[in-house]
Nanobody, 122 residues
Framework: QVQLVESGGGLVQPGGSLKLSCAAS????????MRWYRQAPGKQRELVAA???????NYADSVKGRFTISRDSAKNTVALQMNGLKPEDTAVYYC????????????????WGQGTQVTVSS
């Protein structure tokens, strides 16, 4: 079955950088959009960045110019390079990938990673 494995979170000082990675595996027929969400304590989960199968990219206004999303379609991975981190970027970050499996070809559903904590603090 499909698994999304995230890595790269941690503690960083304001102004620092982190890179998150997410790898999808397990019975994949095709991948459509790949996204990063985050959820801070007491807040709703929000979309941070997304990249379509065709390479179209969107960012939340709060991260434009600081975060960069990228995907490697050959490896079924998506990354989020985060620069100029601020305390308000502190959250659990989740990757979200729309996948069609070998068992359900043509039927697409969203899968979620386990989440990785990013803490920005001095």
């Amino acid at each position: 079955q499909v698994q999304l494995v995230e890595s790269g979170g941690g503690l960083v000082q304001p102004g620092g950088s982190l890179k998150l990675s997410c790898a999808a595996s397990g019975g994949i027929f095709g991948i459509d959009a790949m996204r990063w969400y985050r959820q801070a304590p007491g807040k709703q989960r929000e979309l941070v960045a997304a990249v379509s199968n065709g390479g179209r990219i969107n960012y939340a206004d709060s991260v434009k110019g600081r975060f960069t999303i990228s995907r490697d379609s050959a490896k079924n991975t998506v990354a989020l390079q985060m620069n100029g981190l601020k305390p308000e970027d502190t959250a659990v970050y989740y990757c979200n990938v729309r996948i069609s499996t070998l068992q359900t070809m043509g039927v697409w559903r969203d899968y979620w990673g386990q989440g990785t904590q990013v803490t920005v603090s001095s």
